[in-house]
């Protein structure tokens, strides 16, 4: 008799199955991936670099959701607005896997494709060589923090008698106050970098 | 024969076994808290406000790190920069602990003071009442993506051949690039924040 054939292992289900165990508990084991899949630990190896694959194949599954188009809009300054909105709205489905892919090197060939695009643009827009990681990382850490808070609850904070300025503060917040907050560091950052753009240009030569 | 004495149960020791677990996991229950004292899961919930309560204890532990007095500061900006510093070095001890903080509403009673200060300080400078909670949100979100980015390898991202933009960007970062981001962020937010000082003032009345 025929042995029911194995269940079709490849690397769209590792990761599908990587990242949920990562939505739901913020970490995952090659074990866990392979438990859920029904299959044998050394059969998840089989196609995955280690661990450390898994991760870069959960980090292309994430960043897919980045609309990469965003990056062509013109001037600059909307396409970064669009990348950042489309970024944050990405890893807003994944909160729990922003620790996980924040500490973890960038190796997945898609996802440094992308960074090469951002990196062309900010030169494209006349952005100094050094200025540009500064300014990528400065706007990934605040969609990032944004990201998390959108997945806070809208009342974050409960205030007592004894915090009265904080409860009036509050209260002029309306709905969508992580929302409010992110305009609000999104707003800072692009008129910062446009005075980068306008400051005196880069002495040329070595 | 007297039974030995049961080890002292605080909320001290609960908070800093919480705090633990979250460090290394991202997370914790209140029966791994318990096993890592010795103590029934039932002894542990006699001392704090079930999980909620350990989270909140987890939550003034960390913030106790928060130079408190950076607020009092003047002017008010040199205030915000040091309080940001402070809290980002705080969090940047705890990376794991970020999400599950920023995504469980805050009740314990010292932070909640603290946050009373930060909205004090924010007032008397002359923020617009309506301006506080996004501006102090806006701001911890940067400092929270920047001490979790302060948790990542130096060297972040690994560039191939396909990506020889990113690899020069890159070259140009000396070490401490995290650093150099939050700094970046943090210059943006502050002269942004100066804008809306210097904008109209707010109409009176109702």
Same mark, same amino acid.
């Given at each position: 008799?025929?042995?029911? *054939? ?12 990587? !990242? @949920? !165990? ?5 970490? &995952?084991?090659?074990? @866990? ?17 280690? *661990? /450390? ?10 960043? #897919?959701? +980045?609309?990469?188009?965003? !990056?062509?809009?013109? %001037? ?9 909105? $489309? ?5 807003? /489905? ?21 960074? #090469?695009? /951002?990196?062309?643009? !900010?030169?494209?827009?006349? &952005? ?14 605040? +969609?990032?923090? $944004?990201?998390?808070?959108?997945? /806070? ?10 915090? %009265? ?11 969508? *106050? ?10 800072? &950052?692009? $008129?910062?970098? *446009? ?5 005196? $240009? ?5």
């Amino acid at each position: 008799m025929a042995r029911p *054939r194995t269940p079709l292992l490849d690397r769209e289900r590792i990761a599908a199955t990587g !990242l @949920q !165990l990562v939505a739901e508990q913020g970490e &995952f084991s090659v074990p @866990q991936i392979a438990r859920a899949l029904g299959v044998q630990t050394g059969s998840v190896y089989h196609h995955v670099d280690g *661990r /450390a694959g898994v991760i870069e194949l959960i980090r292309e599954l994430v960043c #897919e959701l +980045i609309t990469d188009e965003a !990056l062509a809009a013109d %001037p600059w300054d909307r396409a970064l607005e669009e990348w950042a909105r $489309s970024y944050r709205a990405a890893f807003a /489905a994944y909160p729990r896997a922003i620790p996980l892919l924040m500490t973890t090197p960038v190796r997945a060939p898609k996802v440094l494709a992308h960074y #090469e695009r /951002a990196v062309a643009r !900010l030169r494209e827009a006349g &952005f100094a060589e050094r200025d540009v990681m500064p300014l990528l990382t400065a706007l990934e850490n605040l +969609i990032l923090g $944004s990201a998390l808070d959108l997945a /806070a609850p809208e009342a974050m904070w409960e205030p007592s008698p004894e915090t %009265p300025l904080l409860a009036g503060a509050l209260a002029t917040v309306g709905p969508g *106050r992580a929302d409010a907050a992110f305009e609000l560091a999104l707003a800072a &950052f692009l $008129s910062y970098a *446009r005075t980068l753009l306008d400051g005196p $240009s880069e002495p040329s030569g070595p």
